[in-house]
């Protein structure tokens, strides 16, 4: 059973910066892509960020390209999303998604190829 726990939400101000962390248990988090999608009351969950299970490679969605940096650590079984520069239209259920996957430079962007999902975090971005 794979459990992904995010972290790390809260209340910022327009400009400001948040650290999402999510950690998993369960599974083999080396063997996974994992993925940052969020969702606003009344909209689509939407893909904000990725990284390869090789680390080498990341995606972003084109509203937080610049801003937002994926990044995972395989020893602390964790990935990162570091948010800048946040804007009120980034407020939003943060929540991270896993898949394994054999290709190494692959990054799923669509909901429907994730496996696992955590809970959610919210972040709330003030004016």
């Known amino acids: 059973q794979v459990e992904l726990v995010e972290s790390g939400g809260g209340l910022v101000q327009t400009g400001g910066s948040l650290r999402l962390s999510c950690a998993a248990s369960g599974g083999t988090f080396s063997s996974y892509a994992l993925g940052w999608f969020r969702q606003a009351p009344g909209k689509e969950r939407e893909f904000v960020a990725a990284?390869?299970?090789?680390?080498?490679?990341?995606d972003y969605g084109d509203s937080v390209k610049g801003r937002f940096t994926a990044s995972r650590d395989n020893a602390k079984n964790t990935v990162y999303l570091q948010m800048a520069s946040l804007k009120p239209e980034d407020t939003a259920v943060y929540y991270c998604?896993?898949?394994?996957?054999?290709?190494?430079?692959?990054?799923?962007?669509?909901?429907?190829?994730?496996?696992?999902w955590g809970q959610g975090t919210q972040v709330t971005v003030s004016t």
């Open positions: 998604a896993a898949r394994t996957i054999g290709r190494l430079y692959y990054i799923p962007r669509l909901t429907s190829e994730y496996t696992y």
């Open positions: 990284v390869s299970r090789s680390s080498v490679k990341t």
